[in-house]
């Protein structure tokens, strides 16, 4: 009889507890850590990344997505064009594509692709210039454009300047030889490849030509490497001093 009067008591106190629960409202369940309200709290760590990818910002574990309406458009140097666009493609460590523009960062070189640092490069720019966030570019007064018609300039993404962020974290050179026609090679993060000692532009029309690169000028000597030359997709042949050409297709520095 006791046994049948307890189980009786327990019956009725889980109906009572289930009841209370159902009646609560739904805030009653909020997680005041994440400021989630509902059943069951999100992944924290599959939100940041979902928030980082579509070019929000993660903080206090929420995330914030600005839309064009929103983005802080940064103040540009100089005359030439500023402009703000949603970036939808990333090339490698040093194109993007926006809307309306190829754009290639002033001043900075990354590996390409199948040279040493080529992923890390790329998979750097790509999360912190996103695909559908809203970039500023800062077109470059003295060289607005290179010879492919991408415009050049500095970049405003979700964190900073990219071309500064490439630099100081190891995953960009400064390319010297364009130092005296550029805006930019003035500041800080320029000055690695851009002192006076570095920015030295070589001399290709001394009349020592090497035969292996008919379309250009080239010395044999000194030892030069892609970043170093202002010369793209050209012709190698013959032995190949400065190993221009390393998957041997005979076409240089390519890009």
């Known amino acids: 009889m006791r046994l049948l009067v307890i189980s009786a008591l327990v019956g009725i106190g889980v109906i009572a ?6 009646s609560m409202p739904p805030d009653t369940w909020k997680d005041y850590r994440t400021g989630f309200t509902g059943v069951a709290p999100p992944d924290e760590i599959d939100e940041k990344i ?8 993660w903080e206090h574990a929420s995330c914030t997505i600005r839309d064009d309406s929103q ?5 540009c140097s100089g005359s030439a ?3 703000s666009e949603k970036v939808i493609r990333v090339v490698d460590g040093d194109t993007i594509y926006t809307t309306n523009h190829k754009v290639r960062l002033s001043l900075v070189d990354t590996p390409e692709i199948g040279e040493s640092g080529y992923s890390q490069a790329s998979s750097f720019t790509a999360m912190h210039c996103p695909v559908g ?9 003295l060289q607005p454009v290179d010879v ?12 900073g300047v990219i071309n500064e962020q490439l630099v100081q974290n190891g995953l960009a050179k400064i390319s010297a030889q364009y130092c005296h026609q550029s805006e930019f090679s003035g500041e800080y993060w320029a000055q690695s490849g851009c002192s006076t000692s570095a920015a030295i532009e070589p001399t290709f029309d001394n009349g020592n030509c090497d035969p292996s690169y008919p379309d250009h000028c080239i010395p044999s000597s000194p030892d030069l490497d892609c970043v170093e030359i202002p010369y793209r997709n050209f012709r190698v042949t013959g032995s190949d001093p400065h190993k221009f050409d390393g998957d041997r297709d005979g076409i240089g520095c390519e890009k």
């Not at 979902?50 to 910002?57: E, F, I, Q, W």
Request: hydrophobic residues 35%.
């Open 148 to 159: 492919y018609g991408r415009l050049l300039g500095k970049v405003y993404c979700v964190n």
């Open 71 to 75: 983005h802080e458009v940064l103040n």
């Open 133 to 141: 966030s809203t970039v500023t570019i800062d077109q470059d007064d």
């Open 17 to 22: 507890i289930s009841a209370i629960f159902a």
């Open 50 to 57: 979902d928030c980082l990818s579509r070019g929000g910002v």
């Open 81 to 83: 064009k500023c402009i």
